[in-house]
């Protein structure tokens, strides 16, 4: 079983920026493939990007490329989604995922454990 917990999210103006942060246990870390996601109300569970086991190869949604940061420290069990200019739009609830099999991870089934999601909003 992995754990993963979500923090980081807040209220952000347009143009701002946040880091999420998901500490993860319960297996090596190492060995999983970490990828976030975010989902409105109505709306199905997005992909925004993931990260590969040593942190060398990372995947973009297209709607964030160029604003969004994945990375991940494995001393600290935790990976990273530096958010930086902001816009409405990305407002969701953002969820850490994680999984231990190789591959091209961006869809959610691909993922076996989740997080219990952070709240961003971004005001205009």
């Known amino acids: 079983q992995v754990q993963l917990v979500e923090s980081g999210g807040g209220l952000v103006q347009a143009g701002g920026s946040l880091r999420l942060s998901c500490a993860a246990s319960g297996r090596t870390f190492s060995s999983l493939v970490m990828g976030w996601f975010r989902q409105v109300p109505g709306k199905e569970r997005e992909f925004v990007a993931s990260i590969s086991w040593s942190g060398g190869a990372t995947y973009y949604a297209d709607s964030v490329k160029g604003r969004f940061t994945i990375s991940r420290d494995n001393a600290k069990n935790t990976v990273y989604l530096q958010m930086n200019s902001l816009k409405p739009e990305d407002t969701a609830v953002y969820y850490c995922?994680?999984?231990?099999?190789?591959?091209?991870?961006?869809?959610?089934?691909?993922?076996?454990?989740w997080g219990q999601g952070t709240q961003v909003t971004v005001s205009s």
């Open positions: 995922a994680a999984d231990p099999r190789i591959g091209f991870h961006t869809r959610d089934f691909e993922f076996g454990y």
